[in-house]
């Protein structure tokens, strides 16, 4: 069940609305439903795997009682370590396998397993919880609340990665309360802007790109067809800062304010810049739960400790691109952008002070450049689009290409999805109602007449 289709907005939705609007009277039955709520939606989007996602809850849970009572550290480590285990199981068994298979010169058998929806995000959320309650940060939670924290529905799937001290305290929350409108008039308008992203923007876009990676896969491209590919970094942007709208608006029909994604990233005039304002709530957990833990190390002698600072960064930015998936050219995306971040350093230390203008663009080819190596998958296929750039733009594809045009004109000047609804629902009017309203209905219809594409982070 995706957040861009029918029987999700028309079905589910509704149903899981009207059920909670009846319990909200009662406080003693507000988590328990929308846990249960939750785990229907894992289970009709995966069901056959609700059963590890159920279990993975047990597990963690009994080891943070276990770790309360008795304060045996080992029983968090070792049950982080399964959860890294199973994440590693389902994602990159085969990738080991395959790689194994090749320092050995023979071919070893793959595993027939899928991926379970969600797995990064709920491992990382884990994480989360049982390193902090190690460092003495968390304190312990009931099961049901900790339940909605791991399987809350609206990031259950994709993030954005709340942490427990970000919507612990407001699971259970009286949603019906006096101004309740004004809270879901802001959800329905981040979530019209999250599905207007979706479903305009990034699946036309994807329209036009997924044919032409197609073919990279297979060979070199022509007609110009790698300037159309090169441009794909603004249909992953407004996919996933799509996704994470549809997020935060959906929480708060619930009562929860999730952490905010994206904040204008094409509009950064540094890679650091970036990153700070691009998928935020992922660069938060690697910074707190990776890069600071290696920087903290005592590996190197204290005058090398540029050196250490400088290598967590890369490792850090590796590991983000081994997350993204099992292949060497996620590895490569992530490899680059941790030179690139390490470059930044550097320069903005030593080097002449750049114009903004000139950060900016440089910026943004950057990433435009390795967000093709991110989606061709192999660095054979990322080579077939950069060799095709010598070829002339495709102006004769002139009416077809309108999704490239306004992506990254939106992109490059629009702020940030809250601080335009922030702008919209300032002043709350009947007109402006109305157009929403209006809008919601054009997007269902236009959802109607497409082929649906489910989004990007699902796959990681």
Known sequence: MLFNDYPFLLVFLPAALLTYRLVDPYPRLRIGVQVALSLAFYAWGSPSFILLVIASIAINWLASVAYGRAKWKAVVTLVIALDIGVLALFKYANFILGNLGHVLGTTLPTLDIGLPLGISFFTFH?????????RGKAPLYALDRYALYIAFFPQAIAGPLARWSEVMHQFGRQVYAPGWQRQFCIAICFIALGLFQKVVIADSIA???????????AG???SGDSWLAFCFSFQILFDFSGYSDIAIGLGLLFGVQLPYNFNAPLRSTNIQDFWQRWHITLMLFLRDYVFYP????????????????FGAMLITMALCGLWHGASWAFVLWGVLHGLAQVACSLWRRYGPHFPSWLGWALTVLFVLATGVIFRAGSVEAAWHVFAGLVQPLPLARGQHLWPLIVAPLFAFLLPASQDIVAFFTR???PFLAGLLGICLFALLLHMGGRDLHEFVYFKF
Do not use: E
């Open 220 to 222: 070199p491209l022509a």
């Open 207 to 217: 329209h036009l790109l997924d044919p032409i990676y197609t073919q990279a896969a």
């Open 126 to 134: 884990h994480i989360m919880y049982l390193v902090d309650l190690k």
């Open 294 to 309: 290696l920087v903290n190390l005592r590996l190197l002698p204290r005058r090398w400790l540029p050196v250490q600072f």
């Open 427 to 429: 002043r709350p009017s």
